[in-house]
Structures are given as structure tokens and as C-alpha cells.
């Protein structure tokens, strides 16, 4: 089910999917390459492994956490960020324009 702003609250999804194009993965790493069309999510999900995002692009994301609550992170194209094992989120691209990142997974330490 959807709130009115089409934030999940239920098992429906009312946004599309960013999409995920797995670059490079071996018993170290996984290299991902996420692209979000404007409204485009990632759905709920669990990080296992400590990563390192590197963005592409320019661009604002909202960020919902399992507590319903939100929170927006501004991107700034080649500004690298870190994040543990274990982070749990929604991700969605809350500008006008498309978006991208790298993700890369240290699979070395996991959550």
C-alpha cells in the first residue's frame, strides 16, 4: 500500500526501479552501478557488507528508514561516501533529473 506521496507503506510499490548493473564481483568486492530515473527506488533492503558509494552525478536523495521515518542526502558528483554493515534504507532519487552511482561492497567485512 502507498501514502498519498507514494511512499511505501505496505506491500504494494507505487514507484519505478532504479536500476542495478553489477560491474565487477569476486570473492572481494562487489562493484555496482546504480542509475535512478527521477521517483526511481531502490526498495527496502539490507546492506551485509561495509560500502563505498562514489557518485556519478549530481542529485538529491530521500532515504527511508524502517522506523517510517525519512531523511535527503545531497550528492555531489566524484564526493566519495562510506556506510557500515548493516544499514537498512529505501533509497529514492527525490530530484528532477536522473541519477548515478558506483556502490562498491567490501565483502572482507561483513555485517
Not at 40 to 54: D, I, K, L, M, N
Not at 57 to 67: C, N, S
Not at 80 to 94: C, K
Request: overall charge negative; some cysteine; aromatic content about 8%.
Amino acid at each position: 500500500m502507498s501514502g498519498p506521496d507514494g511512499s511505501r507503506t505496505g506491500g504494494l510499490r507505487c514507484r519505478a526501479p532504479a536500476v542495478a548493473t553489477i560491474q565487477l564481483e569476486d570473492a572481494h568486492v562487489r562493484i555496482t552501478r546504480w542509475d535512478f530515473a527521477p521517483g526511481a527506488e531502490t526498495g527496502f533492503h539490507r546492506h551485509g557488507w561495509y560500502y563505498v558509494v562514489v557518485p556519478l552525478t549530481d542529485g538529491l536523495l530521500r532515504i527511508e528508514l524502517p522506523d517510517g521515518s525519512t531523511t535527503e542526502a545531497v550528492l555531489r558528483a566524484g564526493i566519495a561516501y562510506s556506510r557500515p554493515a548493516g544499514v537498512e534504507h529505501n533509497v529514492i532519487n527525490a530530484g528532477p533529473a536522473p541519477l548515478s552511482f558506483i556502490e562498491t561492497e567490501l565483502k572482507a567485512l561483513p555485517g
